[in-house]
Nanobody, 115 residues
């Protein structure tokens, strides 16, 4: 299983970014997908999750109303649309999925929100 994130970068407060995560090595539409983030020197926290069909989603309270998770099962891709970004959203963002009892992670993409 391989997960490859992209789309991070430097953005001003109030700006937007869309992250992508392309998965391979698994039947993508059989798996829940999740986005996590990690702040410097801290553990990872869940940001958003989606079920196999993309019709059930969950978000961390800190991002509700600003972030949207979606997926395109024809492209084996999960997205994280991030609007109204704040400096406290600065972190490494990772996608992850559970496969045969083990969590798989991508290498992450850095999001920096700063003026």
């Amino acid at each position: 299983v391989q997960l490859v994130e992209s789309g991070g970068g430097l953005v001003q407060p109030g700006g937007s970014l869309t992250l992508s995560c392309v998965a391979s090595g698994l039947n993508f539409d059989h798996h829940h997908m999740k986005w996590y983030r990690q702040f410097p020197g801290k553990g990872r926290e869940m940001v958003a999750t989606t079920n196999q069909l993309g019709n059930s989603k969950d978000y961390a309270d800190s991002v509700k109303g600003r972030f949207t998770i979606s997926r395109d099962n024809t492209r084996n891709t999960v997205y994280l649309q991030m609007n109204n970004l704040k400096p406290e959203d600065t972190a490494g963002y990772y996608c992850t999925t559970l496969f045969v009892g083990r969590d798989f992670w991508g290498r992450g993409t850095q999001v920096t929100v700063s003026s």
